[in-house]
């Protein structure tokens, strides 16, 4: 079994505004856990601020590392200066389910390629400052049939290495179903094989 450590997500909307060479920046940061969430919230903020110039959005799903999916968008911004940017912040930041979103007020003064770059990210960073993170940490379903008498030295394996028991079904021997994270399932196996003397059979649900 591989080895997958956690990830952090979005608990929460966050709003933020900043400003830059007279240029307004209305930042909205959402929980979203796929594009069809995602998409929807985008066309509300066009619909809510239709005079804006800009509505550029990035959004990434899942582990920020190995994201399940992401996109972004530049609205008419010069290529590169607004999704990419914004999505550079979430991925390093590892804001994962997140969906940003920055609403632009032109205020006269162009910033160049260079000052949006910074002015996008910009703006999403200080909103990810005010973002409250989850903790994910992966996990799978094991089964493990035992004979009754080694049932209380599984159940205290479990427990020792934070697992959840799901169900329980006895029959000629026992068979408990459990969640336990993916970083602990490999040690937690080891040692029911070592203390039921190899007499237990492990397997995935998955």
Known sequence: MSQISGYTILSSPVEFATEEKNSEFLTFLHPVSSREEAMPLIEHYRKKYPDANHVCWAYVIGNTRQPQTQAFSDDGEPSGTAGKPMLHVLTEREV???????????????????????????????????????????????????????????????????????????????????????????????????????????????
């Open 96 to 206: 994962g389910n997140c969906l940003a979103i920055v609403v632009r007020y032109f205020g006269g003064v162009k910033l160049g390629a260079g000052g949006l770059v910074r002015a996008y990210s910009g703006a999403v960073s200080e909103a990810v400052n005010h973002a409250h993170l989850t903790q994910v940490m992966p996990s799978i379903h094991l089964c493990i049939r035992v004979d009754f008498s080694r049932e209380a030295k599984v159940r205290h394996l479990i427990n020792q290495h934070h697992g959840k028991i799901l169900t329980v079904n006895y029959a000629a021997q026992v068979t408990i179903g459990i969640s336990i994270t993916t970083s602990n399932a490999e040690s937690f196996s080891k040692d029911v094989i070592n203390e039921t003397a190899g007499n237990a059979l492990i397997y995935s649900e998955d």
